[in-house]
Nanobody, 121 residues
Framework: VQVVESGGGLVQPGESLRLSCAAS?????????MGWYRQAPGSRRELVAR???????EYADSVKGRFSIGTDGAKNTVFLQMNALKLEDTAIYYC???????????????WGQGTQVNVSS
């Protein structure tokens, strides 16, 4: 399963940015959930937002009310809409996908390569 992010860039404080992520594979898989994590220099990777297959969402306290996670309807995709960005949102943003692989009968988590988000005045 390949996980590919897009949409990072440089913005000023208060501006918005939208990240997209898609999971794909030549083999059959089912997405159990997809999420966004971020890692700032010198910090641990942390959860930003998650979307479970049933539609439930989870957000880090630091982004509640500013960020939203969802799908555009395309299968196995997720976006992260980031509004009112702050300097401290600067980080590499990673998408992951928790998937079920029926042929192997296992669950596995796949990660994307990350996309850089810089918030700077």
């Amino acid at each position: 399963v390949q996980v590919v992010e897009s949409g990072g860039g440089l913005v000023q404080p208060g501006e918005s940015l939208r990240l997209s992520c898609a999971a794909s594979s030549g083999e059959t898989f089912s997405v159990l959930g997809m999420g966004w994590y971020r890692q700032a220099p010198g910090s641990r990777r942390e959860l930003v937002a998650r979307l479970k297959a049933g539609g439930a969402t989870e957000y880090a306290d630091s982004v509640k009310g500013r960020f939203s996670i969802g799908t555009d309807g395309a299968k196995n995709t997720v976006f992260l809409q980031m509004n009112a960005l702050k300097l401290e949102d600067t980080a590499i943003y990673y998408c992951n996908a928790d998937v079920y692989l029926p042929e192997a009968n296992v669950d596995y988590t796949y990660w994307g390569q990350g996309t850089q988000v810089n918030v700077s005045s």
